[in-house]
């Protein structure tokens, strides 16, 4: 998830910067449907008499559902998000969208009612992701199945970056403006992962890991986009980290 820096007054907390509607609440089609394809063979598409539940926690705009949709034929997709500016705009693409919270009250399902969680470019958001590795974790059933994608704070080109003393890009130190850093977007990350780290936080949270792969980020100047593409075979160099894990 990438936002522009905001006109108009400084948001007085977190809330208040993701419920503005000049931030973009959709990331890049080419992670969506790379992770879409890792949980279509998961699953085992399509669905035949066995549809599963598959909810996209912080679908934003519910792009990211919209084109995973096609790929997860006869099973239910259901948005989650607690920006009513966000859901309002979902519920033009996918057919379920609804609003919940990670925190507080919780997400409203039962226990182990979903087969799948999608949880794409949301972790980096938050003030306490373990809390939310948890809530997860109780919505899902036994053995299901947890899609999460991050940025990567050891993307290869972040590396040469901090070799030069230059913030990496993906973090930030203001929600008001870029600092020390490229870029002219104010993204709102507050946590950023390696490879390593984020397979390890997974882990330790009750799930296991079964694999990890990596996408561009459509934020690479074009000229160095194929450089970008040809990292993803290295996910611990790639921009984007895609891991795939199940519920013990």
Not at 97 to 114: D, I
Not at 192 to 199: D, H, P, V
Request: charged letters at 20%; aromatic letters at 6%; glycine letters at 10%.
């Amino acid at each position: 998830m990438t936002a522009p820096a905001t006109t108009g007054p400084p948001p007085r907390d977190l809330r208040d910067f993701y419920e503005n509607p000049a931030v973009p609440v959709a990331s890049g089609t080419p992670r969506s449907l790379r992770q879409a394809r890792m949980l279509a063979r998961a699953l085992g598409s399509p669905a035949g008499a066995h549809p599963r539940t598959i909810i996209d926690i912080g679908c934003g705009d519910g792009t990211a559902a919209a084109t995973a949709a096609p790929l997860l034929p006869g099973h239910r997709v259901i948005g989650v998000d607690w920006s009513q500016d966000a859901l309002r705009r979902a519920r033009t693409r996918i057919p379920y969208a609804v609003r919940g919270e990670l925190t507080g009250g919780g997400l409203p399902f039962a226990s182990g009612t979903a087969d799948a969680v999608l949880f794409s470019e949301v972790v980096e958001h938050l003030v306490d992701p373990d809390a939310a590795l948890d809530e997860i974790r109780r919505i899902l059933r036994p053995g299901g199945h947890l899609m999460l994608s991050t940025p990567n704070l050891a993307a290869w080109y972040n590396r040469g970056l901090l070799l030069a003393g230059v913030q990496p890009v993906f973090s930030e130190v203001s929600l008001r403006g870029i600092h020390g850093r490229p870029g002219k977007e104010v993204v709102g990350h507050l946590r950023l992962y390696t490879a390593r780290a984020l397979k390890e936080f997974v882990a330790a949270s009750g799930f296991t890991v079964v694999r990890l792969e990596g996408a561009p980020f459509h934020g690479v100047p074009r000229p160095l986009r194929p450089l970008d593409r040809l990292a993803c075979a290295r996910p611990q160099l790639a921009s984007i980290l895609l891991l795939h894990a199940r519920r013990t």
